[in-house]
C-alpha cells in the first residue's frame, strides 16, 4: 500500500508492459490511480492517465506537481530521470502512498548507485524503496526446430561463473519454415527480484557497498537475473 517499487533494465527490456501488468490488476474503482507518462502505451480502463506535451508547455515537471497535488493512492511515473523526478517519486513514496517507476540499471542492486547518482542520499533510498524488479527479455528458441547436444568447452567456462550444476545438454537454435531459418520465435523475460527488507534497507542506510548487498542477497536466497538464465537453459 505504500514505498516505491522499481522497474529496472534497458531500453526494451519490457518494463513497460510488466508495469502494465502489475497496474491492471489494481481496482481502480477502490485506489485512485493516476498515471505521468510520455508517452501513454497501454490504456487503464478507469485510471487517470497523463501525457506529456512539451509542445503545448505540458511538462514533465508540470504534470507530476499536479498528479501530486490531487493525493492519489497509486502514482506511476513513466521514468525516473532526473533528480527532481526521482526526488518526488521518493517523497510520494514516502508519505504512505504507493509509487511505481522505471529507471535504466544492469540489475536490482545496482539500482542503489543508479539513484545515489542522481543526488539522492543512502538514507532517503532506503526509506522509500520497496522493492526492484530487473529484467531483461532474450530470443526464445522456436519449438518446432529445437535440437538437443552435450554443451560445448565455450559453453561450459560461460556456465560456470554462474553455476557448479552445468547441465548434461543445452539446447541449440537450428532453423525452420515456422521460424524462417533463424531458430528463434519470440521472446521471454528472465528477472531478478529484490525485496528491500528491514536488513537491506539497513545495510543501504548504513552505506554498505553494493558487492555486499548484492552478496547478502544472494545468501537469503534471492532470484538473480543469472540465476534465472540458468534455469532457463535447464528448462529446454
Known sequence: HQGLILFVGPTGSGKSTSIYSLLSQVDVTQRKLITVENPVEYRIPLADQQQVNETAGVTFEALLKSAVRQDPDILFLGEIRDLGSAKAAMDFASSGHLTVSSIHSANATTTIFRLERLGLPRG????????????????????????????????????????ADIPEQVAEATGCGACRQTGYKGREGIYEVIEFDTELKTMIREGDSIFDIRRRVIEKGGSLISQHAMEKIRSH
Not at 138 to 148: D, G, Q, R
Open 124 to 163: 532517503t533510498i532506503g526509506e522509500a524503496v520497496m522493492g526492484v524488479v530487473a529484467q531483461k527479455l532474450i530470443p526464445k528458441l522456436c519449438p518446432s526446430c529445437v535440437k538437443l547436444r552435450p554443451p560445448t568447452a565455450w559453453e561450459v567456462a560461460a556456465m560456470r561463473p554462474f553455476t
